[in-house]
């Protein structure tokens, strides 16, 4: 697009929706209500959110994130992250007598479920995922036997597999939609058998947020997307801003991250969050924007999320039980 005339207003178009889906807002209210019913610390093992400051925050209320098992002392109660494990991770807890706590979003549950099945009916699981990804290693472990990764529509050449006929393809939850769909393409062509899965498994949050930053994307001289490097579908959303013609889009920590230089002859800024992004890192950035004369704010829907997720059931069993105990 032509990029707004010099002597528009300055403004913000501001993504909805954008920032905390329901498998992170679950993922953190779990270790906080962890740290309230059974005392600091509680372990988390890795970021229980790709988001600094939402691990910084729960640092400061008692959590300590390690990266694996072993550096938990036998007996702690540890939190699993919202990304997902392997099953030989719930076996390591078990051996090392921990109290586990899983909080993997229940959408990464559903692909871990279909990889089992799939694995079950012996077919050539081809993930696309970016290779290392907490969840594509945890969705890995599932089925190694079974489970290829595809790490985007370059990977396709190099994939073989034991028998064309009985492929299916599965993904991380947080991947750009129209790029895996370029991924599927190009696998259908090599694998013309290949089965699809039975539902979407890139989630609807992921979804969401890049379907409401194409629309902005068009309309803005710069787009920001608040969010953590580390963050897949905050990176995703950056990509699929400049897809979607941005003229310039960065993904950044937080408002001090921002560079004066790139509002150059902006009028018209975007902004969004990732699905971990608390919403004070937005109302951050739109104060800095506010001091530099982008005072004007738009709210532009794409659809209202309602979806919540209940508490992993082995927290709810002991919260209930500790309630009863105090009302009785
Ligand atoms: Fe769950 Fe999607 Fe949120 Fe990941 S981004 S935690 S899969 S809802």
Redesign the pocket.
Known sequence: MSPTPQDAPKRVLLARPRGY????D??VQTVEQAIEHYGAPVYVRKQI?HNLHVVRSLEARGAIFVEENDEVPEGSIVVFS??GVAPEVHEQAAARNLRAIDAT????TKVHHEARRFANEDFDILLIGHEGHE?VVGTSGEAPANITLVDGPEAVAGIEVRNPEHVVWLSQ??LSVDETMETVDALKRKFPALQSPPSDDI????QNRQAAVKIIAPQVDLLLVVGSSNSS?SVRMVEVALAAGAPQAHLVENAAAIEEGWLAGVRTVGLSSG??VPEVLVTEVLAWLADRGYDATDEVTHVEER?TFALPQELRRDLRVSRAATSG
């Open positions: 889906c329901a498998g992170v679950r993922a959110v919202a990304h979003c229940p959408l990464v969840e939850t947080t989630c609807y949050a992921t579908n699905a971990s979806l």
